[in-house]
């Protein structure tokens, strides 16, 4: 009995100096219907791995890896009632995020001056409180991908359904910065 005593205090420590100085899940990575204590458990569960993304891991080793983690967490109930599927879109985003970041550093900041300039309004907007957060994000992307297509109209392609809508063809990681900016500036 003593020694799982000890054992537990050494294993909480040793938890708590990992997340100490590993990486956290950046908020425009978290997906809109996470709330923030199933952010603070996914990134408990996976923020080292996300440190290894970060220092050349793969995607997919790292997504493994997170997704075994959290699949056992649920199983044993040390999630606190979050399930897998919001555990790992949680994860599968932080992990792309890194891993883009990781592979192309110089397209982020390349990316972050265009999407300035490109959203001033909208920015501007959220940061004065005059525009919804989430309403400025679904702005920001309409004009991105009117950057490839001018007629692209938002709206009307979210009412089609997913299979016949005519999205053209951007970056992910666009949205990804766009969604920073404006959660930054709220």
């Known amino acids: 009995m003593r020694k799982n005593?000890?054992?537990?205090?050494?294993?909480?420590?040793?938890?708590?100096?990992?997340t100490a100085y590993a990486a956290e899940v950046p908020k425009e990575a978290v997906p809109f219907y996470a709330d923030?204590?199933?952010?603070i458990i996914a990134e408990n569960l996976i923020s080292d791995i996300l440190t290894e993304v970060q220092n050349g891991?793969?995607?997919g080793d790292a997504a493994g890896k997170a997704y075994n983690r959290i699949f056992k967490a649920v199983i044993n109930n040390e999630t606190n009632g979050y399930g897998y599927g919001v555990l790992a879109d949680i994860s599968r985003n932080a992990i792309f995020q890194y891993r883009d970041m990781y592979m192309h550093p110089e397209f982020f900041i390349k990316a972050e001056e265009k999407l300035k300039v490109l959203l001033a309004d909208i920015i501007t907007?959220?940061?004065?409180?005059?525009?919804?957060s989430r309403k400025a994000i679904e702005e920001a992307y309409e004009r991105i991908y009117q950057t490839v297509d001018s007629s692209f109209n938002y709206e009307e392609q979210m009412q089609i359904d997913n299979c016949y809508r005519d999205m053209p063809s951007v970056s992910a990681s666009y949205f990804t910065v766009a969604r920073k900016l404006i959660l930054n500036a709220k």
């Open 5 to 18: 005593i000890i054992f537990t205090i050494i294993f909480a420590m040793l938890m708590t100096m990992t």
């Open 125 to 132: 907007d959220v940061a004065n409180g005059t525009k919804d």
């Open 36 to 39: 923030n204590e199933s952010v």
């Open 57 to 59: 891991l793969g995607y």
